[in-house]
Nanobody, 128 residues
């Protein structure tokens, strides 16, 4: 059974930092692209960042580019999202996702429909 478990969320002041982690189990993690998405109350789910199987290719939403960094440790079956210079508009539930149909040749996806497995999410709240 595939499981994705996020951690690291919390309450932080504007300008602060948080590091989210997503631990995967139940499959060979290193074969698959991973993504981070977020959803704020009353809004649609939004792409944040994605990374391919090796970490050599990454994509970011314009709203987080230069502030957030996605990375992965395949030995630990974990993907990370380092979030710096946080803003109140970053407040949301952050979920990691795994693209089960990705290949070693494919760039990491940005659309939620490309991802088959999802974690339960972790709340990030940025106060002004």
């Amino acid at each position: 059974q595939v499981r994705l478990v996020e951690s690291g969320g919390g309450l932080v002041q504007a300008g602060g930092s948080l590091r989210l982690s997503c631990a995967a189990s139940g499959l060979t993690f290193r074969w698959y692209s991973m993504g981070w998405f977020r959803q704020a109350p009353g809004k649609e789910r939004e792409f944040v960042a994605s990374i391919n199987w090796s970490g050599s290719s990454t994509f970011y939403a314009d709203s987080v580019k230069g502030r957030f960094t996605i990375s992965r440790d395949n030995a630990k079956a974990t993907v990370y999202l380092q979030m710096n210079s946080l803003k109140p508009e970053d407040t949301a539930v952050y979920c990691c996702a795994l693209d089960y149909t990705s290949t070693t040749d494919s760039p990491p996806a940005k659309e939620p429909l490309e991802y088959e497995y999802w974690g339960q999410g972790t709340q990030v709240t940025v106060s002004s």
